[in-house]
């Protein structure tokens, strides 16, 4: 399986040094499981911060993937009957409790489920292998 990914370069002060730093925030898909990290390197004294871990971005990770490259919107090709599966696939892919699943499900009915592009292309995999087909929209165009 091919590893799906998105950056966002931003510039932050060092912790160390209080100097301005630059760095990269990214989100991606490996090994079928949706993965976050970040790294910044201070150019004045050499300190390097890197973090990560698997699951959901923190919302400063996402808010900046968001800012750089556009919100994307997840739909249903078509309507579907297939209530429990969706749910499943919220819950699997992404946690969270049963009403939010139930929220993430009525946003895709509506064709209101955004993030970022690699969330939906992540969803979009975890879909397509329940039999559900659903169709990503906005941002910038990325490969099926």
């Excluded at 499943?88 to 892919?93: G, N």
Aim: negative net charge.
């Amino acid at each position: 399986m091919a590893v799906i990914t998105q950056a966002a370069s931003f510039t932050s002060p060092c912790g160390y040094c209080g100097q301005e730093g630059t760095g990269w925030n990214v989100q991606l898909v490996r090994d079928d499981k949706l993965f976050w990290e970040t790294e910044m390197e201070c150019h004045s004294c050499g300190l390097v911060v890197h973090d990560g871990d698997p699951g959901a971005a923190p919302e400063r990770i996402r808010e900046s993937l968001l800012l750089q490259h556009g919100s994307f919107r997840l739909r249903l090709a078509e309507p579907s009957g297939s209530g429990a599966k969706i749910l499943k696939v919220f819950r699997d892919a992404l946690g969270g409790s049963m009403a939010e699943a139930k929220e993430h499900s009525r946003k895709l009915a509506d064709g209101e489920f955004e993030g970022t592009s690699v969330e939906l292309r992540f969803l979009r995999d975890r879909f397509r292998k329940e039999g559900i087909d659903v169709l990503i929209e906005g941002g910038i165009a990325q490969p099926e």
